[in-house]
């Protein structure tokens, strides 16, 4: 089993750019497939990137292609999400999810464990 808890969301301008963090407790982290989703008001939650557990695969969805890049610390537990190029469409609660399976999962209940969310907002 794996704890997750998100940090380092907050208000940004368009063009701007945030990291996030999900931090991992649980001895068999470097185990899991961690991805981020996002969920904006009235929305349901989406995909965002997941990344495998050694670090070697990398997926994202079509809207933050080339803007976001998901990486992980294994040492540290540790998974972080960098923003870059923010848009107010961006605007949404992020979570940091888990599961020990391949990394070209993309839906909700193919992760087993997530953290509380952190919230990013994007001005225009």
């Known amino acids: 089993q794996v704890q997750l808890v998100e940090s380092g969301g907050g208000l940004v301008q368009a063009g701007g750019s945030l990291t996030l963090s999900c931090a991992a407790a649980?001895?068999?982290?470097?185990?899991?497939?961690m991805a981020w989703f996002r969920q904006a008001p009235g929305k349901e939650r989406e995909f965002v990137a997941s990344l495998s557990p050694g670090g070697s695969l990398t997926y994202y969805a079509d809207s933050v292609q080339g803007r976001f890049t998901i990486s992980r610390d294994n040492a540290k537990n540790q998974v972080y999400l960098q923003m870059n190029s923010l848009k107010p469409e961006d605007t949404a609660d992020y979570y940091c999810a888990a599961r020990q399976g391949g990394a070209f999962a993309h839906t909700v209940p193919q992760y087993d464990y997530w953290g509380q969310g952190t919230q990013v907002a994007v001005s225009s």
């Open positions: 649980g001895r068999t982290f470097s185990t899991y497939t």
